[in-house]
């Protein structure tokens, strides 16, 4: 390798680090899993993320602000039994991360096939999550 070819592929190497330490990239399926996990836990619900998968994102961006906006799937299973609350929720908590609207009772063991959307806003610390964790 000739000294250009290695300068270059030094360079590279570089960039490719600071990339990944300046929080550039978007949120992914680990990141959107550790916010929901910290958002039903902070909302008391007692199930237990068994599955988490992003099925798409978009990036957003305002004069004053840049977010992000993750759709998800995931699956839910509830250790013991679980009340869900849902029909008189006025604001986004337990309900909309579990995906639910109404009503619903979950058996010990039962698990739910949820669908979501979680936001980011991006900050000097990198993505800032519902659950207000940097990523």
Request: with cysteine; aromatic share 8%.
């Amino acid at each position: 390798m000739t000294m250009r070819g290695l300068g270059l592929a030094l360079a590279s190497v570089v960039a490719l680090a600071l990339a990944g330490c300046s929080g550039g990239r978007e949120p992914n399926d680990a990141i959107g899993a550790k916010v929901l996990r910290n958002l039903l836990s902070k909302q008391g619900v007692g199930g237990k993320l068994i599955s988490f998968r992003k099925t798409d994102g978009r990036a957003l961006k305002t004069p004053s602000a840049e977010a992000y906006e993750l759709w998800y799937e995931a699956e839910v299973q509830f250790p013991e039994a679980y009340e869900a609350n849902c029909a008189d929720e006025r604001s986004r908590g337990r309900c909309a991360y579990l995906g639910l609207a109404q009503n619903q009772s979950f058996q010990k063991g039962e698990v739910l096939k949820a669908e979501g959307t979680l936001h980011f806003v991006r900050s000097a610390k990198g993505w800032v999550g519902e659950d207000e964790s940097a990523y």
